[in-house]
């Protein structure tokens, strides 16, 4: 926080901008979005399937190019104009995706993938010991016993597993910003709480910015601290999470709440 109390901008953009295709079969798939997410901030994007979520989100990792508009990292331009200045970027910014399966290579055993992680945070020389104590503290961050997961493949692991196991390689990396696309769409409800309270506690413990992409709006509703709605390419309705679901403005949003019944009572996780 800066000294007046405000928290610090730690990625911000200005008209971001994607159009994909030329001449007349230009789309727009992001249209002049602004955004300002800040420091230890949850940030949910909602919207339905096609919106461009995806696309803004790449955008942000710097997978694709923006085709207008500036995105500001730390209130500075950001620049990942070479391999290096990519791959500092890509230190202080990670994503969980979907599909946990894709986020491995599957031929890497769960003690190198953590190794990995080591390594890129510029700590591979940690000696074994240290190196181990890390990884243990990485794996208990998230409820895995370090112990028997070494010698493991990703593949022998369940489905739940490997999700916390991305969690674990989210602690040991310590990004400052964190996008999650859809992270928990592959868990039962149970597990679905479980892993949000360890993102929500990577915010408590690091000061991690968090960017939550959905289309599910009640999830939206109980974990961000701010939501962007997104309809064909443009954020129509932004604000904190009350302000948002409680007091909305546009008839996208109004559609999209009174698509969750109850939106309050579904993510009463007191009952699940
Ligand atoms: N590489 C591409 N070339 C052309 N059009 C694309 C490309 N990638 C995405 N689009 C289009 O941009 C629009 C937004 O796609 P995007 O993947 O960002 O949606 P989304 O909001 O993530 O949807 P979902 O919820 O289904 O994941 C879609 O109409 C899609 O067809
Ligand atoms: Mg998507």
Redesign the pocket.
């Known amino acids: 926080m800066s000294s007046n109390g405000e928290r610090k901008s730690c990625l911000r953009g200005e008209g971001v901008t994607k159009v ?2 030329i001449g007349n079969k230009a ?1 727009t ?1 992001v249209d002049h979005v602004d955004f300002d997410f800040k420091e230890g901030e949850i940030v949910s994007i909602v ?10 989100s790449k955008m942000i990792l710097g997978l694709i190019s923006v085709t207008e508009g500036q995105i500001y990292y730390h209130d500075e331009i950001r620049d990942i104009s070479t391999g290096a200045k990519r791959k500092e970027y890509w230190r202080n910014i990670q994503a969980i995706f979907q599909d946990p399966f894709a986020s491995y290579n599957m031929f890497y055993k769960i003690d190198a993938v953590l190794d990995d992680c080591l390594k890129m945070r510029g700590e591979g020389n940690l000696s074994p010991q240290e190196k181990f104590d890390r990884m243990t503290e990485a794996c208990s961050f998230v409820n895995l016993k370090f112990a028997e997961l070494t010698n493991k493949y990703p593949f022998e692991l369940s489905g739940g597993q490997m999700q916390r196991l991305m969690i674990a390689r989210i602690f040991l990396l310590r990004p400052k910003i964190l996008l999650a696309d859809e992270p928990t769409s592959m868990v039962d409800a149970c597990s679905r709480a479980t892993i949000l309270d360890y993102l929500l506690k990577l915010r408590d413990e690091e000061n991690m910015t968090v960017v939550f ?1 959905t ?1 599910d709006i009640g999830l939206a509703y109980y974990v961000s601290d701010k939501i962007y709605i ?1 309809e064909h ?1 443009k954020f129509v309705e932004s604000g904190t999470a009350e302000d948002c679901i409680l007091r909305p403005q546009a008839e996208y949003t109004k559609r999209l709440i009174s698509d969750v019944p109850k939106i309050h009572e579904e993510w009463d996780l007191s009952t699940v």
């Open positions: 994909f295709g789309f798939a919207g339905e399937s096609g919106s461009g979520k995806t696309t803004i992409v289309h997104m390419g």
